[in-house]
């Protein structure tokens, strides 16, 4: 968690210091409200001596990439600190929160409540053992926001051709929190194999960060593999493979299916694979 959460500090810091007056190290916090950022945050253009960055503040980002609302946060921030985290463009500042269970308040960063446990009652409960016995169990949670792609479905599509893929599971819980939540939801998930199926291509990346966007990939892939699940990435678009995992391909075709279901088998065995086909032969219908 924390390698992963770090790594996406980085990123998010690297893109302001890339920006002209070379926003940061010591002088970053002292030379905030001297920036002013596309989102309407920081300084006002007009401000002597502002520098003007065409990218949203460091918070609006993190929001961005999250899948939250600058609203969500504001619900959870104590109330005499609303009016401060409206205009907040830090990860690192300091906020009192109200734990969303009922606990005590407690102070922690917005980098800390977007994107990990923050409360710590809260933390201490899902240590217990009874949540990691939980871990790597696929379900179905119904709130979930999901956006399914046109090339998602088709991808499922080309699957459902070749093995059962269940509808009814849409998450897998995990053993660590992964942007607040203990549970990630991959695009499509083969329980019985304990391997989850996720579509990358440049087109989708460009809705947050390209860079962010991979390390928060790779800590999904961890919280996947520390509870016993496999991630395979069809890699499209002219994106590199990322590991053995990894199906790289210039579009999707039947012949990316077969090299999933191909590689399912090096994962799990033939046997493990062959029970979820369709349309066996008769022959081999027999025999089973
Ligand atoms: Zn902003
Ligand atoms: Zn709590």
Redesign the pocket.
């Given at each position: 968690m924390r390698s992963g959460r770090h790594a996406i500090v980085c990123r998010i810091q690297g893109e302001v210091k890339d920006g002209p007056g070379h926003v940061g190290g010591a002088g970053y916090a002292a030379r905030m409200t001297l920036v002013s950022f596309a989102c309407g945050h920081g300084a006002a253009p007009s401000d002597v001596g502002a520098i003007t960055l065409r990218r949203a503040c460091p918070l609006c980002m993190l929001l961005h990439e999250t899948h939250r609302t600058r609203g969500e946060l504001l619900g959870r921030v104590a109330s005499s600190s609303r009016s401060a985290l409206a205009s907040e463009t830090r990860l690192g500042a300091v906020y009192p929160w109200v734990?969303e269970?009922g606990?005590d308040r407690y102070q922690a960063t917005v980098i800390d409540v977007l994107t990990g446990p923050s409360?710590p009652?809260?933390i201490r409960n899902a240590q217990s053992p009874t949540v990691s016995r939980e871990g790597g169990v696929a379900s179905m949670n119904a709130g979930l926001r999901t956006r399914t792609s046109l090339t998602e479905q088709r991808l499922r599509a080309l699957l459902e051709e070749r093995i059962r893929v269940p509808r009814g599971v849409n998450t897998v819980r995990i053993n660590r929190m992964f942007y607040g939540k203990q549970e990630v939801w991959p695009d499509i998930l083969v329980p019985a194999l304990r391997i989850a199926i996720e579509y990358d291509d440049p087109g989708r990346s460009r809705r947050a960060h390209l860079g962010l966007k991979e390390a928060s990939d790779r800590e999904k892939d961890d919280a996947l593999g520390e509870v016993g699940w496999e991630v395979i990435r069809v890699r499209a678009g002219g994106l590199e493979s990322i590991g053995p995992n990894s199906i790289v391909c210039a579009s999707l075709t039947a012949d990316v299916a077969d090299r999933i279901v191909a590689r399912m088998v090096e994962l799990r065995s033939a046997d493990a694979v062959d029970a979820l086909r369709v349309g066996v032969a008769p022959a081999r219908q027999a025999e089973a």
């Open positions: 734990c269970r606990h409360c009652k809260c």
